[in-house]
Each structure stands twice: as structure tokens, then as C-alpha cells.
């Protein structure tokens, strides 16, 4: 089957802006560096996808600051990188095309935010037969308000987020229990 694919989703400058609200896992950047030193240390395929905003005021723009990759995630020359215009990476790219290529059929997803980007993209990934682990602990969202009103913390989205993706899309694992299963197995 090969190595599993570390998938960053989304890491970039634009998500450190307060335009945004409370967010929850702050140290999500840390575990996903983590993670993807280990994939760079052994030389396993990873995929950096980037978010193009369509629209002019968002600081996910390519006009804005916002776009650019924060720092460590940029990718380097021998890693693939993915530039999205919607939630999902595989709708408008060749992701599926190159994960076929290149043969892979395991993806490890980091990334931001966990009911947005990170959920679409986990939900398509499953639907197209890919072997998904989400790091719970390497992904992050920010509070949101309901269709009524309501104001839902940016952790209970991000559980229920979560617990929506589980046994029905993907496993849902910390970094270092991915860390502990990938280094214990090979």
C-alpha cells in the first residue's frame, strides 16, 4: 500500500487574523509541525493545500497577507502543493488524480479549520475509497453562530465536527498516537 500521505490543509497566515472569533487548540500548528517533520525526516509523500479566496475581502484572498503559508508550512520543492478555491481539496484540483498516480491510498489530514475545509475534504476523500486518520489534536476551528443566533464555541464544533467524521469517514486519532502506530509498524 505504501506510506500514508500527510495532507496539510489550509495553514496559513489569514487564519491568525481575529476577524475570525475565539478559536480552540492553539497548539494545532505545533502537532501538525511535528507531524510533518516526521514525514519529511522519512521521506514520505506530502501534499500542502491552500486556500485561494474568490472573494476580495477575505484574508484568505492572493491579494492579501493572509494567503501566504505560515511559517514552517511552506513547502518545499519536492512536495506537492495543492491550490483549492473551495471547501473540498479534491474539487477543482488534481488531488485525486495525483494521489491515483502516485498510488496512494492513505491519508493522514491536518489542517484548518475542522467543520470547514478540513471536514469537506475528509467527507469526498472517504466517498473516493482513501484509507482517511484525522489528528484531532493537529486541527482547529473557531466559534460560530447558529442559524438562530446561538453562539457555539469553537470546541463544541470542533468535537461534534469531529465526531461526525468517526467510523463513518475516517479515525480520529492524536499526533501522537499516529506518531506511535507509524514508528512502531515500520
Same mark, same amino acid.
Given at each position: 500500500?505504501?506510506?500514508? *500521505?500527510?495532507?496539510?490543509?489550509?495553514?496559513?497566515?489569514?487564519?491568525?487574523?481575529?476577524?475570525?472569533?475565539? %478559536?480552540?487548540?492553539?497548539?494545532?500548528?505545533?502537532?501538525?509541525?511535528?507531524?510533518?517533520?516526521?514525514? %519529511?525526516?522519512?521521506?514520505?509523500?506530502?501534499?500542502?493545500?491552500?486556500?485561494?479566496? /474568490?472573494?476580495?475581502?477575505?484574508?484568505?484572498?492572493?491579494?492579501?497577507?493572509?494567503?501566504?503559508?505560515?511559517?514552517?508550512?511552506?513547502?518545499?520543492?519536492?512536495?506537492?502543493?495543492?491550490?483549492?478555491?473551495?471547501?473540498?481539496?479534491?474539487?477543482? /484540483?488534481?488531488?485525486?488524480?495525483?494521489?491515483?498516480?502516485?498510488?496512494?491510498?492513505?491519508?493522514?489530514?491536518?489542517?484548518?479549520?475542522?467543520?470547514? *475545509?478540513?471536514?469537506?475534504?475528509?467527507?469526498?476523500?472517504?466517498?473516493?475509497?482513501?484509507?482517511?486518520?484525522?489528528?484531532?489534536?493537529?486541527?482547529?476551528?473557531?466559534?460560530?453562530?447558529?442559524?438562530?443566533?446561538?453562539?457555539?464555541?469553537?470546541?463544541?464544533?470542533?468535537?461534534?465536527?469531529? /465526531?461526525?467524521?468517526?467510523?463513518?469517514?475516517? *479515525?480520529?486519532?492524536? *499526533?501522537?498516537?499516529?506518531?506511535?502506530?507509524?514508528?512502531?509498524? %515500520?
Amino acid at each position: 500500500m505504501g506510506n500514508p *500521505c500527510l495532507l496539510l490543509i489550509d495553514f496559513q497566515m489569514g487564519f491568525q487574523f481575529p476577524i475570525w472569533g475565539r %478559536r480552540n487548540n492553539e497548539g494545532a500548528e505545533e502537532k501538525a509541525l511535528s507531524l510533518l517533520s516526521l514525514w %519529511r525526516d522519512k521521506h514520505w509523500p506530502i501534499i500542502h493545500v491552500q486556500h485561494s479566496s /474568490t472573494y476580495s475581502e477575505s484574508p484568505l484572498h492572493p491579494g492579501s497577507n493572509g494567503f501566504h503559508f505560515m511559517e514552517g508550512f511552506e513547502p518545499l520543492p519536492n512536495e506537492k502543493h495543492i491550490v483549492k478555491e473551495v471547501n473540498s481539496a479534491f474539487i477543482g /484540483t488534481e488531488l485525486d488524480l495525483f494521489l491515483k498516480k502516485e498510488n496512494i491510498q492513505s491519508l493522514i489530514i491536518v489542517g484548518l479549520t475542522t467543520n470547514h *475545509c478540513v471536514s469537506t475534504t475528509v467527507r469526498m476523500a472517504a466517498n473516493l475509497q482513501y484509507d482517511v486518520t484525522v489528528v484531532h489534536d493537529a486541527t482547529a476551528c473557531f466559534e460560530t453562530e447558529s442559524f438562530d443566533g446561538s453562539l457555539y464555541s469553537a470546541e463544541s464544533i470542533h468535537h461534534l465536527s469531529l /465526531t461526525n467524521l468517526h467510523k463513518e469517514f475516517a *479515525c480520529i486519532h492524536s *499526533c501522537d498516537e499516529v506518531i506511535k502506530q507509524l514508528t512502531t509498524v %515500520r
